[in-house]
Every structure is written in C-alpha cells, then in structure tokens.
C-alpha cells in the first residue's frame, strides 16, 4: 500500500523558533509536494521537489528532498503567527497528478 | 481572476438527495481532478480527465459519484442518493498538462444530513 507519513501532526511553536516538518513516503516518486492549507480554505502550492537533493527556499520555509531514503524536510526558520496553518506533503508515482497526501501536519505559531 | 473556480462553495442536503458540482478550471489547463477531503485528512484522489476523457477513477468513487467533463473544459460531479459519509469538502484542480503542478479550487464543502 502506498503511503505517506508526515510527523509530527500537531505542532505547537514560540514565535521566532526553529522546527522541521519529515515527510516519509513509501514508493519511489520522482516528485514531490509541499502545500499549505488554512481552515477552510483550499491548497496552495509552496513548492514542488523534482530530483534527489533538490532543495528550495521561500522565506521563512524551505524544503528538501531525499530520494533515496523517500523522506522530505520542511523547514521552518523564526517561525512568525503568519504561518500557522496545516502543512501538507504529497507525492505523484505514475506522475499523472494522482497525488498521494500525507494526513497534514498542524502547525500553531503563539507570540 | 483566472483560478480555478468551484460552485457551490457549501451544499447541505438531505440523505437520499442527489446534488452536482461544478468546476471551471485554468483556461487551457488540459487536466482536471477531483479530490474528496475528510476532516482532519489530507485529500483523496476521486478522478481525473484528459481533456474530455475521464482518464482513471479511484476505488472511493462508488456507482452513486459520476464525473463529466463534456467538451474538455468545466467539469461535473453528480453524487446520487446522498448518504452521510459523503460529507466531505470535493476539492477540484487543474493542470497545463501530466506532471505539472496542480492549482486547486476553493473546494464545495458538502454536508449531508
């Protein structure tokens, strides 16, 4: 079965702290996805990973991935309240945009 | 503003009700999907089109969940006979073409009573 894992689910986090977000995946992907989702709103695309040791940088977040272990990192630099939302991983196998979700991770930034 | 367009934005109906989405995608986009989202949950993939052609469905879409896109531009899902496990948040995206990034819709927020 395929899967992925995002750990942890819930994250709670001092303004101006550092954490990273892991994104296990199961089968082999030569693409994956990081979007952001806040309560009642639909996704938005932060980044799309293409190739082993991609790495990419948006502000305050940025993203890796590890091919060969099937494990991405979101990390998050000074974490500001702006960013708390539920962060989400996927991963595309047959590369035909059946994405594959991880269950989200909830991230809470208090001041 | 060229997103991807979703309506309703919330539906509430009855349980033995039938009830339809719509979605409009990114002009030009070629591919079309439908996700179902639980709460809690990341999306589930439902289907996808290729142009007009439903390309693949998933295990989740019963007999009850049909799926059109008539001329390769908006798209429908019909749900029949409405059960309660059917609520969920019907999320739609689009895409120029395979591999490529997916836009996603504001989503139609379903509840079944």
């Known amino acids: 079965e395929l899967k992925v894992e995002q750990n942890p689910l819930f994250l709670s986090m001092q303004e101006g702290k550092n954490y990273t977000i892991y994104c296990n995946y199961s089968?082999?992907?030569?693409?994956l996805y990081w979007y952001r989702q806040d309560p009642g709103k639909s996704l938005e695309s932060l980044f799309v990973?293409?190739?082993?040791?991609a790495v990419k940088q948006e502000g305050r977040l940025m993203a890796s991935l590890d091919t060969k272990a099937r494990l991405s990192t979101l990390h998050i630099t000074a974490a500001v309240h702006d960013l708390s939302a539920t962060y989400f991983c996927?991963?595309?196998?047959?590369?035909?945009?059946?994405?594959?979700f991880g269950q989200g991770t909830t991230l809470q930034v208090k001041p | 503003d060229t997103g991807v367009s979703q309506n309703p934005r919330h539906k509430i109906t009855k349980r033995g009700q039938n009830v339809t989405f719509r979605c409009d995608p990114i002009?030009?986009?070629?591919?079309l999907y439908w996700y179902r989202q639980t709460l809690g949950q990341g999306p589930e993939f439902l289907t996808y089109?290729?142009?007009?052609?439903?390309?693949?469905k998933s295990r989740l879409l019963s007999d009850r969940f049909s799926a059109e896109r008539p001329k390769g531009s908006f798209s429908t899902l019909e749900i029949q006979r409405t059960e309660q496990g059917d609520s969920a948040m019907y999320l739609c995206?689009?895409?120029?073409?395979?591999?490529?990034?997916?836009?996603f819709g504001s989503g139609t927020q379903l509840s079944v009573l």
């Open positions: 995206a689009s895409s120029i073409t395979a591999g490529e990034k997916l836009f």
């Open positions: 089968t082999t992907s030569d693409r």
């Open positions: 990973l293409l190739s082993n040791g």
């Open positions: 996927a991963v595309d196998p047959s590369n035909t945009g059946k994405l594959i």
């Open positions: 002009s030009e986009h070629n591919r």
């Open positions: 089109f290729q142009n007009e052609a439903q390309l693949e």
